[in-house]
């Protein structure tokens, strides 16, 4: 079947053109970009080392007892521009708990960095967000910050950091974590995109919330025919902020012969939630062979996914035997190319994973890699005999 591509971005000019989409992305909430991105974890320290080692995040901050914090504990990771917090519970019953109980580890907080958390709050919510947390300034020796937040899909939430009158090592209430182990980075610069999973007929609820609430402006479209195999299928749209930085796609699941990769998700998670990370890296063969090493989990391409490579990209700068040693995707859009790999769940739920990703001039998500992406997941979801 043909695959009708809506890629908004490319019809300059026309009711959907890049001035439409610049238009379209109101300005009522100014995003500076990713400000950080919060798990809640059953067991904060051993993942803190699992993303440590694995993934060659940096010690950055700390919160617990040592803090004065008593009722959890928090580690603050780097990497180049990406940071991210491991929260375990210290206490027997609270929403951290109940969260890990019925999520399993997974992304609770989304944090956007703004001017001004206080208009980010009121903008959204008198638009329809559900409050999280009302505007609260906190602060300690290295100035303040104002945070607030609003509710997305399930029960993950968009915190508001307004940081400019504070030059501490991360929030209030936060030290410095100093280690004596510091594995080296593996070349992760940024995030590049965070993929919700929502469930049957919502994508278009959640897409409406990011247009309507967020003032995001919707630049991408795939339906079942582009992205579905013998037995799987799911429909994504791709929300974006007016400045770009912040992507959003947001998938649900579609009718195929068997349960799809979104389905399986949404039973192990008890409902809507991150299901990957997407980081940007400068180097993906380094990347991913230094992650490879460190026992970082992808999954497997066949190596017939490489026979016609040229044939449906095009030249590449890379080595074709380098990318199909380490199992790296690539795609072609009109402006460029990307490279781009997944990892396996990391968590013990078949939930979140993360992808690591290349971008060559292509804004896009690598369509075309998506049968052949589908395919290897099938074979995941075939030996938890979840399929
Ligand atoms: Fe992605």
Same mark, same amino acid.
């Given at each position: 079947?043909?695959?009708?591509?809506?890629?908004?971005?490319?019809?300059?000019?026309?009711?959907?053109?890049?001035?439409?989409?610049?238009?379209?992305?109101?300005?009522?909430?100014?995003?500076?970009?990713?400000?950080?991105?919060?798990?809640?974890?059953?067991?904060?320290?051993?993942?803190?080392?699992?993303?440590?080692?694995?993934?060659?995040?940096?010690?950055?901050?700390?919160?617990?007892?040592?803090?004065?914090?008593?009722?959890?504990?928090?580690?603050?990771?780097?990497?180049?521009?990406?940071?991210?917090?491991?929260?375990?519970?210290?206490?027997?019953?609270?929403?951290?708990?109940?969260?890990?109980?019925?999520?399993?580890?997974?992304?609770?907080?989304?944090?956007?960095?703004?001017?001004?958390?206080?208009?980010?709050?009121?903008?959204?919510?008198?638009?329809?967000?559900?409050?999280?947390?009302?505007?609260?300034?906190?602060?300690?020796?290295?100035?303040?910050?104002?945070?607030?937040?609003?509710?997305?899909?399930?029960?993950?939430?968009?915190?508001?950091?307004?940081?400019?009158?504070?030059?501490?090592?991360?929030?209030?209430?936060?030290?410095?974590?100093?280690?004596?182990?510091?594995?080296?980075?593996?070349?992760?610069?940024?995030?590049?995109?965070?993929?919700?999973?929502?469930?049957?007929?919502?994508?278009?609820?959640?897409?409406?919330?990011?247009?309507?609430?967020?003032?995001?402006?919707?630049?991408?479209?795939?339906?079942?025919?582009?992205?579905?195999?013998?037995?799987?299928?799911?429909?994504?749209?791709?929300?974006?902020?007016?400045?770009?930085?912040?992507?959003?796609? &947001?998938? !649900?699941?579609? /009718?195929?012969? %068997? #349960?799809?990769? *979104?389905?399986?998700?949404?039973?192990?998670?008890?409902?809507?939630?991150?299901?990957?990370?997407?980081?940007?890296?400068?180097?993906?063969?380094?990347?991913?062979?230094?992650?490879?090493?460190?026992?970082?989990?992808?999954?497997?391409?066949?190596?017939?996914?490489?026979?016609?490579?040229?044939?449906?990209?095009?030249? &590449?700068? !890379?080595?074709? /035997?380098?990318? %199909? #040693?380490?199992? *790296?995707?690539?795609?072609?859009?009109?402006?460029?190319?990307?490279?781009?790999?997944?990892?396996?769940?990391?968590?013990?739920?078949?939930?979140?994973?993360?992808?690591?990703?290349?971008?060559?001039?292509?804004?896009?998500?690598?369509?075309?890699?998506?049968?052949?992406?589908?395919?290897?997941?099938?074979?995941?979801?075939?030996?938890?005999?979840?399929?």
């Amino acid at each position: 079947m043909a695959a009708e591509i809506k890629d908004l971005r490319n019809l300059q000019n026309t009711e959907y053109g890049i001035k439409k989409l610049f238009d379209d992305a109101e300005d009522f909430l100014p995003l500076l970009g990713t400000d950080y991105v919060e798990l809640y974890v059953g067991n904060a320290k051993q993942s803190a080392h699992f993303y440590k080692t694995a993934f060659g995040f940096q010690s950055e901050a700390y919160a617990g007892l040592e803090t004065g914090v008593n009722d959890r504990v928090s580690y603050v990771l780097k990497q180049d521009k990406i940071r991210l917090i491991l929260t375990t519970p210290l206490e027997e019953n609270g929403v951290i708990n109940e969260h890990i109980n019925k999520h399993g580890d997974g992304v609770k907080v989304m944090a956007l960095w703004v001017e001004d958390a206080a208009s980010a709050f009121e903008e959204t919510t008198k638009r329809g967000a559900k409050p999280f947390m009302e505007p609260t300034r906190e602060e300690d020796g290295n100035g303040h910050v104002i945070k607030s937040g609003i509710y997305t899909y399930g029960e993950t939430v968009h915190i508001f950091v307004e940081r400019k009158d504070y030059n501490g090592v991360f929030l209030p209430g936060y030290k410095k974590w100093e280690s004596h182990y510091n594995p080296e980075p593996v070349g992760l610069k940024f995030i590049d995109h965070m993929v919700g999973n929502v469930g049957w007929n919502e994508m278009n609820t959640w897409c409406k919330f990011y247009a309507e609430v967020m003032g995001f402006a919707q630049i991408i479209s795939f339906d079942d025919k582009d992205i579905s195999t013998d037995y799987t299928a799911l429909m994504s749209k791709v929300m974006s902020n007016g400045n770009g930085r912040i992507k959003f796609p &947001i998938n !649900e699941p579609a /009718e195929g012969k %068997k #349960k799809s990769q *979104i389905e399986e998700y949404l039973e192990f998670y008890n409902g809507a939630g991150v299901q990957h990370i997407a980081v940007a890296t400068d180097n993906i063969v380094e990347t991913v062979s230094a992650m490879r090493d460190r026992g970082v989990e992808f999954l497997y391409v066949p190596d017939t996914y490489y026979d016609d490579l040229l044939d449906r990209v095009g030249e &590449i700068d !890379e080595d074709v /035997e380098e990318l %199909k #040693k380490h199992g *790296i995707l690539i795609d072609r859009d009109d402006e460029g190319y990307l490279l781009q790999l997944f990892t396996k769940p990391v968590v013990d739920r078949p939930t979140m994973f993360f992808e690591i990703i290349q971008r060559k001039g292509a804004q896009s998500f690598g369509k075309g890699n998506f049968k052949a992406l589908f395919e290897a997941i099938e074979r995941e979801q075939e030996n938890r005999g979840t399929l």
